[in-house]
């Protein structure tokens, strides 16, 4: 019998932090790779860091970054 999805969440909340990258890891691999996307968000980032260097944009810290989106999304 499989397990609700909630209670998979609550599960892998409880884990460490090194045990929920692991598990990430784990489930993103097992979706296999798609060579096309990886190639364009490779191309994506390397656009980004070229903004960055260039002075057009510059890095936000993660919780600067959710707290933005947060506040778009109201």
């Given at each position: 019998m499989t397990k609700p999805i909630d209670v998979l969440e609550a599960e892998a909340l409880s884990l460490s932090p090194a045990e929920r990258s692991r598990l990430v890891d784990r489930l993103l691999a097992s979706l296999g790779?798609?060579?096309?996307?990886?190639?364009?968000?490779?191309?994506e980032a390397d656009?980004?860091?070229a903004?960055?260097?260039?002075?057009?944009a510059q890095w936000v810290d993660g919780a600067e970054a959710v707290a933005r989106v947060r506040a778009a999304l109201k």
């Amino acid at each position: 019998m499989t397990k609700p999805i909630d209670v998979l969440e609550a599960e892998a909340l409880s884990l460490s932090p090194a045990e929920r990258s692991r598990l990430v890891d784990r489930l993103l691999a097992s979706l296999g790779h798609d060579p096309a996307w990886e190639q364009a968000w490779s191309e994506e980032a390397d656009r980004r860091e070229a903004r960055i260097a260039d002075g057009q944009a510059q890095w936000v810290d993660g919780a600067e970054a959710v707290a933005r989106v947060r506040a778009a999304l109201k």
